[in-house]
């Protein structure tokens, strides 16, 4: 009898011991933001949001996770494998529609919505010497385009079909990731890339740096031809050193996007801190300034996260 109530009592210690590690474990709250490449603009944000989460979200563990970008950010979102990220609207379109040939294994529903943020720029640059000034310069020169099925490569798909051009028109086809691709064209084993990225992207600025630049314009007719979510803007002159005329291009919308199975008090922290810190994030990096709460809800392709409509809510922005 001794024996069994020595057993009972290490077991009931053994499950409070257990008990007390589980209660300790949720009171864990980790936020992992993902983001994209080291060079673009994804990951400064991102490691900006994410300091700006570990000070205000009590008991959080926050960390920045570089990734390739919009549809690996949706991808592990889905997967429930990141609390926030980063991507591209036509992305998330994509995504919620479970396009496959956009490298989505089928419908993403779990996703849902922070907020609108900034502009990307398409921005197509070559090296002067190649000769390339037009989207029609392009044929028989190498591009890279980004990452495979990215963000980025989603939308070079999406200007090529607008141009009446396809990759095959091209010499060579590389999917690089942005400084990767700056450096191919600094050593002139590449003529020109794509990349989809806030005004003063580090790569395209290092790469004005290092020789002459020509900045492609994508024509507004262009743009028009795709429809939304890309919309016609302006990469204003003196963006990149050399750069002396503004250029057409077409710019589309960045959201930050989560899922369901993240708190409501959590999506509302997140959404809250976005905004409570926007000074911090445009210290982090200049596309941050695109950043405006009455935009927030603009084109968002995915339903709003309960939390995140609390704060829109308590904002006077949303009914």
Do not use: C, W
Request: glycine content about 10%; overall charge negative; hydrophobic content about 45%.
């Amino acid at each position: 009898m001794l024996n069994l109530n020595t057993k009972m009592l290490a077991a009931g210690a053994v499950a409070l011991t257990l008990g007390l590690g589980a209660v300790a474990a949720k009171a864990q709250e980790f936020v992992n933001v993902l983001t994209g490449g080291t060079s673009g603009v994804y990951y400064p944000l991102g490691v900006a949001l994410s300091e700006i989460y570990a000070k205000g979200i009590e008991g959080a563990h926050a960390q920045v996770q570089a990734t390739k970008a919009s549809v690996e950010n949706l991808n592990l979102l889905q997967q429930g494998k990141g609390e926030i990220g980063f991507s591209l609207g036509d992305s998330v379109k994509l995504a919620a529609e479970g396009n496959t040939e956009a490298g989505f294994p089928g419908k993403l529903d779990k996703l849902r919505g922070i907020a609108a943020i900034y502009p990307n720029y398409i921005q197509i640059v070559a090296s002067a010497e190649s000769g390339i000034k037009t989207l029609a310069d392009l044929k028989g020169k190498s591009l890279s385009v980004g990452a495979p099925a990215s963000g980025t490569e989603l939308n070079a798909r999406a200007i090529f079909a607008a141009a009446g051009m396809k990759y095959e028109d091209l010499g060579k086809v590389e999917y690089l990731p942005f400084a990767e691709s700056v450096e191919l064209i600094k050593n002139r084993q590449l003529d020109a890339t794509l990349q989809s990225a806030g005004l003063g992207v580090a790569s395209i600025r290092d790469l004005a740096t290092s020789l002459k630049i020509n900045v492609v314009a994508v024509p507004k007719a262009e743009v028009e031809k795709i429809g939304a979510p890309y919309m016609p803007v302006v990469i204003p002159a003196g963006t990149y050193e050399g750069q002396d005329a503004d250029v057409e291009t077409a710019a589309v919308g960045n959201f930050l996007i989560t899922h369901e199975g993240v708190s409501d008090e959590t999506a509302y922290q997140m959404t809250k801190l976005l905004f409570d810190n926007l000074d911090k994030l445009a210290a982090a990096h200049a596309a941050a300034k695109g950043i405006d709460p009455a935009k927030a809800l603009d084109g968002m392709p995915v339903p709003l996260h309960p939390g995140a409509e609390r704060y829109y809510k308590e904002m006077g922005l949303l009914k």
